[in-house]
């Protein structure tokens, strides 16, 4: 578990700070999806529960163990994969997988199993005699998840680990967060990308300015998702809801109807128009109000007031 308490960090005086106030909580058997624009702090939240920066104020507890106070304790529970995974160039995978395995206390013959059974498991086995500097940037990734898996610990961060990958990586990558969370690990994951966090998170939360400004459960994302369209009619009655009803969930307004959680593909809004012409109303305007969740994501963290 992993509790984030009014996290605040400030690299800079002159700047404002990069992440402000920041307070939440993963839980053992979640995935927590961590959005924002470039630049919005999430690196710098994942690099202070990693430990390996620290926060101006507030704190960090990894399984009740404070991040900054007690680190070697705190860190045993964490694995973490960064943006950019960067190891010692000339490293093997080998000798580095049982260097980290030391930290964890895993004796040499374990480590040499674990190591094997991880770099086979991520597709790094076969490039395990070259040196990490010759890796691929994905090929790299792959390893420092392999890294962040040798101390089987509760809690995991993931850095845009997302991003960049090919469809079938994004499924796997997907599949395997999946069965974190199935042996009840605490997942963290960021990106940039809101759509990208929808089929995996239990909950996203969304920073702006290094501020956390929302937090979105995965029952509330689909309608989010969905967009609405506003009408406004040159007469209107009571009897419009009948007749729109089945478009989504219909909420007049005067002479404005609003159709929420739309039901229909955008393209079919025709189908709107013809339904409301074929009862006799005047329609004098038809516009869809929000166009998926990138949007209402774009919306919510954009660069307005
Ligand atoms: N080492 C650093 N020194 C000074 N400023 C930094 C440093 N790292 C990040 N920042 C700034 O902190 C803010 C948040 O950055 P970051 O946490 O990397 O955001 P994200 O991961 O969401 O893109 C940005 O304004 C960035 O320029
Ligand atoms: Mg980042």
Do not use: C
């Amino acid at each position: 578990m992993i509790q984030i308490q009014g996290l605040t960090k400030i690299y800079r005086k002159s700047q404002p700070p990069a992440v402000k106030n920041v307070t939440l909580e993963i839980n053992q058997g979640e995935i927590m999806g961590f959005a924002g624009l470039n630049g919005a702090g999430k690196s710098t939240t994942i690099r202070i529960v990693s430990g390996i920066i620290f926060p101006t104020s507030g704190k960090v507890l990894v399984n009740g163990h404070d991040i900054v106070r007690e680190k070697v304790e705190a860190s045993k529970h964490i694995g973490w994969v960064p943006e950019l995974p960067n190891f010692e160039p000339n490293g093997k995978a080998i000798p580095l997988l049982k260097y980290y395995a030391g930290f964890y206390g895993i004796g040499p013959r374990e480590a040499e199993e674990k190591a094997e059974m991880l770099l086979k498991k991520f597709n790094v086995w076969e490039a395990r005699k070259r040196p990490l500097k010759d890796y691929s940037q994905g090929m790299k990734k792959r390893f420092s998840i392999a890294a962040a898996m040798i101390g089987d610990p509760d809690n995991f961060l993931f850095d845009e680990t997302l991003n960049g990958l090919d469809p079938e990586g994004v499924k796997n990558m997907r599949d395997f967060m999946l069965s974190l969370k199935k042996d009840g690990k605490a997942v963290f994951l960021s990106s940039h990308i809101l759509s990208e966090l929808e089929n995996v998170a239990d909950r996203i939360a969304i920073i702006r300015r290094g501020e956390l400004i929302k937090v979105i459960d995965r029952s509330e994302l689909g309608s989010l998702g969905k967009s609405s369209v506003k009408i406004t009619l040159h007469n209107s009655d009571s009897k419009v809801s009948g007749i729109l009803e089945e478009f989504g969930s219909v909420e007049i307004n005067g002479n404005v109807v609003y159709i929420r959680d739309l039901n229909i593909p955008q393209a079919e809004n025709y189908r709107i128009t013809e339904a409301l012409f074929g009862a006799g109303y005047r329609v004098i305007s038809i516009t869809t109000e929000s166009e998926g969740l990138e949007e209402y994501f774009l919306q919510l963290v954009g660069e307005g007031k």
